[in-house]
């Protein structure tokens, strides 16, 4: 069993950055993949952005390739998205998911879900 929180969340003008932070419980964090969702009010969940058990690959979406960097910390059991050049359609409730595969989550199949954590851009 995997637990997720996310922090970081908040409001922001538009051309600003922040930085999510997903923390998880237990001891296997490791070799899970790992990534972020997000939906905005009256849309469908989007893929943003994925992280294999390893760090060693990612991706992203279109939408935000080149603005969004996701990493990993195994040692702190923590996924992070930092967001740059925050634009007003990027405002969502921003999720962060775990899956054994990176396949899974990317398709939006992940294991485990957090809670959310509400970013809001103003232009």
């Known amino acids: 069993q995997v637990q997720l929180v996310e922090s970081g969340g908040g409001l922001v003008q538009a051309g600003g950055s922040l930085r999510l932070s997903c923390a998880a419980s237990?001891?296997?964090?490791?070799?899970?993949?790992m990534g972020w969702f997000r939906q905005a009010p009256g849309k469908e969940r989007e893929f943003v952005a994925a992280?294999?058990?390893?760090?060693?690959?990612?991706y992203y979406a279109d939408s935000v390739k080149g603005r969004f960097t996701i990493s990993r910390d195994n040692a702190k059991n923590t996924v992070y998205l930092q967001m740059n050049s925050l634009k007003p359609e990027d405002t969502a409730v921003y999720y962060c998911?775990?899956?054994?595969?990176?396949?899974?989550?990317?398709?939006?199949?992940?294991?485990?879900w957090g809670q959310g954590t509400q970013v809001t851009v103003s232009s």
């Open positions: 998911t775990a899956a054994q595969l990176t396949t899974q989550v990317r398709e939006g199949r992940a294991d485990y």
């Open positions: 237990g001891r296997t964090f490791s070799k899970y993949a």
């Open positions: 992280i294999s058990w390893s760090g060693g690959s990612t």
